[in-house]
């Protein structure tokens, strides 16, 4: 039997793994590719959320360098922007 599509989605990946949960990002290129328009498309997949640490104190300079790692694992397929 096969599970009505609403439990087939799922809103948010949760990659706690602080040290290195960055480096595994790149699963989810093209994940959805093929997956069932009607339940995946553009305007609904999930939102993926890492953590990390950082040795740096200033917020500004946190951000850069997890942008900056992050942008390192995408830039083959097009990149990232922090927005």
């Known amino acids: 039997m096969i599970p009505a599509k609403e439990f087939l989605h799922f809103d948010h990946v ?3 793994l602080p040290m290195d949960a960055v480096e595994f990002l ?3 290129i093209g994940l959805f590719k093929h997956g069932n328009p009607e339940i995946w498309n553009e305007n609904n997949l999930p939102m993926i959320h890492v953590y990390g640490f950082t ?3 200033d917020k500004e ?3 850069e360098f997890f942008v900056s790692r992050i ?3 995408f830039e083959d397929c097009g990149g990232f922007n922090e927005s």
């Open 14 to 16: 949760y990659m706690n």
């Open 26 to 28: 790149d699963v989810f």
């Open 55 to 57: 040795m740096e104190s």
């Open 61 to 63: 300079k946190a951000k």
């Open 71 to 73: 942008g390192k694992v």
